[in-house]
């Protein structure tokens, strides 16, 4: 950032101009409107800035500039095309701390005047730091039209109930939050549609019945399977409000990156078999953050209601009468499948998909297979590398074909992501050779060979066998 934006208030202190035609004009009708006396110096003065000068109060000099001019000033504005005069008045405006702008010589201001949308009083102020004075003023016109009048008018009302709505909600993220809902609501379409007086009321209104409790709330939110660009707005949104994030392994750092800068992240880790925080304290800790008042986001990979435990952490918060709010996230077998090149279905090959879990339990899985071995459709085992073996066994055993195709997807949609392809017959050996890292997801089904005739738009530069 090359510039600090402030806002400064000039009201009866005096400004110098120098320079007396319509630039130096425009910039002292700027200075006016927010209340300074103007001293205009120029050996040429226009009718108007004379005008407009006496209007504030001021004094006109029509003859050359001296340094005298500086004293007592507090900002100067050098809008004449003398270049040396130009730099003389920077100098010696420089050399006292007073600030100073020369028009359009961005190397010689120590302040810069940013393009203004005035609805005072709420003004918006853009600049392109002195490096495109016109881009910024095209994008004050864009922004000019998508900020109705109306914003002035609430700002001043929002300023006048601010110091009950303080006295009422000491606690200040739940008076941010008041705030949010009251910018979001009736109250403002009132104000846009003109009619102050019955926002005023309904404000009020609000402020009396407003609980002065921070109440918190939690947000289930689904991360995705890896990508970052997988996330949903709504994921994105509530990870910039939350003020204590918990996430597991799934969710990568770039993720856990993307929210709020000073948000409390806690890791709540879950390996295979590994768990670094038990369910039932992660569902507690949800409880007891909320009930401060907290706005907890829990990240989880994927969707948190496929083979996320998500029901259950919700579960609790309802008992609690906590609020919450649930996101789904693309889930691995969407997100690994579509960066794959497999199509989950296809209307010759699988008619239906099915999502199952691998997981071993005491090194067998309970798992209805003779359904799983019908032809025409696709079987996506989650949590199943390490039994990956059984599940080839048993398909076969049940009658699906040895040489039905199977993929393993590694860290999918990640950088990492990894393909290997084999049949229902040479898989476990083909990963016996490899070295491959978890996570990992298997699709079983003929839909695995399309990826021969699809794969070649894939862009994570995977490694095929
Ligand atoms: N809720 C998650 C699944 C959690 S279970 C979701 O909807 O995706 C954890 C399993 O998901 C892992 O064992 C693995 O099988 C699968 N998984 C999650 N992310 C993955 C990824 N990026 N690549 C491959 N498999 C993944």
Redesign the pocket.
């Known amino acids: 950032m090359d510039y600090l934006p402030l806002f400064t208030r000039i009201n009866s202190k005096t400004c110098l101009l120098v320079g007396g035609g319509t630039v130096a004009l425009r910039k002292a009708g700027a200075l006016a409107r927010a209340g300074a006396t103007l001293r205009v110096v120029a050996p040429a003065i226009s009718e108007e800035l004379k005008a407009l000068c006496g209007e504030t109060g001021g004094e006109i000099a029509e003859r050359e500039y001296t340094d005298t001019d500086l004293d007592g000033v507090m900002l100067v504005i050098a809008a004449t095309d003398n270049e040396q005069l130009n730099q003389r008045v920077s100098a010696s405006a420089q050399a006292r701390n007073i600030l100073v702008n020369v028009v359009d010589q961005p190397e010689l201001c120590s302040v810069i005047l940013p393009s203004i949308i005035d609805r005072s009083p709420l003004i918006v102020a853009v600049s392109s730091g002195g490096r495109s004075p016109v881009l910024a003023r095209l994008l004050r016109a864009k922004l000019e039209s998508t900020i109705p009048a109306g914003y002035g008018r609430l700002a001043d009302l929002l300023g006048q109930f601010r110091d009950k709505v303080r006295a009422r909600i000491p606690d200040f993220d739940r008076r941010r939050d008041f705030w949010e809902q009251v910018l979001q609501g009736p109250i403002a379409e009132l104000v846009f549609a003109g009619r102050r007086d019955a926002a005023a009321a309904m404000l009020e209104d609000e402020i009396g019945t407003a609980k002065p409790d921070p109440r918190g709330e939690v947000y289930l939110v689904?991360a995705g399977?890896?990508d970052p660009d997988l996330l949903t707005f709504k994921a994105l949104r509530l990870m910039q409000k939350a003020d204590v994030v918990l996430y597991d392994r799934?969710v990568a750092n770039e993720i856990v990156d993307l929210c709020r800068k000073d948000a409390e992240k806690i890791y709540v880790g879950k390996a295979?078999s590994r768990h670094s925080m038990p369910q039932d304290d992660i569902n507690q800790l949800l409880i007891t953050l909320a009930r401060q008042g907290k706005r907890v986001l829990r990240l989880?990979?994927?969707?948190?209601f496929?083979?996320?435990r998500g029901g259950e952490e919700i579960a609790g918060l309802a008992d609690e009468k906590i609020p919450f709010q649930v996101v789904p996230?693309i889930?691995?077998?969407a997100?690994?499948a579509s960066y794959s090149g497999i199509p989950l279905t296809h209307r010759d090959y699988a008619q239906s998909v099915r999502f199952v879990t691998?997981h071993l339990k005491d090194g067998s899985m309970n798992l209805p297979w003779a359904e799983l071995v019908h032809t025409q459709q696709t079987i996506v085992?989650?949590?199943?590398?390490l039994g990956l073996p059984v599940i080839c066994r048993e398909m076969i055993a049940h009658g699906r074909s040895a040489d039905t195709p199977i993929a393993l997807?590694?860290?999918?949609?990640?950088p990492n992501?990894r393909v290997l392809v084999g049949t229902l017959e040479s898989m476990p050996g083909i990963i016996e050779r490899e070295s491959v890292a978890?996570?990992?997801?298997?699709i079983v089904g003929e839909v695995v060979k399309l990826r021969e005739q699809l794969a070649w738009f894939e862009n994570l530069s995977p490694q095929t066998l």
Do not use: E, N, S, V
Not at 300 to 304: A, L, Q
Not at 438 to 442: E, F, G, R
């Open positions: 689904g399977p890896g799934l295979r989880k990979g994927g969707d948190p496929i083979f996320g996230g889930t691995a077998a997100g690994c691998g085992f989650y949590m199943g590398l997807i590694q860290q999918g949609t990640t992501h978890a996570p990992t997801l298997i």
